[in-house]
């Protein structure tokens, strides 16, 4: 019922920068949670950063003053900016949405991933 469309990803010297956007559509609730998560070969899926609808925000202590999370409503879009980028991060990175029906049943949403490579 959601669909989630990820740009942005690709190769960056360590050090630069990449921005990561995401949109969603399709089935939206005025409430959720939107976010990214990443993957590297061998290792877990680890959640990133998330944000909610009225702009609380969750970053990995990894990130956390290197990558900011913004959304814009209207839109439907998160933008992962994506600084001072380290060999570490490197990885598949997933737009996650989340929400909750009246039920209280949650539903979750993922987008295909897109490749963020860092080069020394």
């Known amino acids: 019922q959601v669909q989630l469309v990820e740009s942005g990803g690709g190769l960056v010297q360590a050090g630069g920068s990449l921005r990561l956007s995401c949109a969603a559509s399709g089935s939206i609730f005025s409430t959720n949670v939107m976010g990214w998560y990443r993957q590297a070969p061998g290792k877990q899926r680890e959640l990133v950063a998330s944000i909610t609808t009225g702009g609380s925000t969750n970053y990995a202590d990894s990130v956390k003053g290197r990558f900011t999370l913004s959304r814009d409503n209207a839109k439907n879009t998160v933008y992962l900016q994506m600084n001072s980028l380290k060999p570490e991060d490197a990885a598949v990175y997933y737009c996650?949405?989340?929400?909750?029906?009246?039920?209280?049943?949650?539903?979750?949403?993922w987008g295909q991933g897109t490749q963020v490579t860092v080069s020394s």
């Open positions: 996650n949405y989340r929400r909750v029906l009246s039920t209280g049943l949650w539903q979750e949403f």
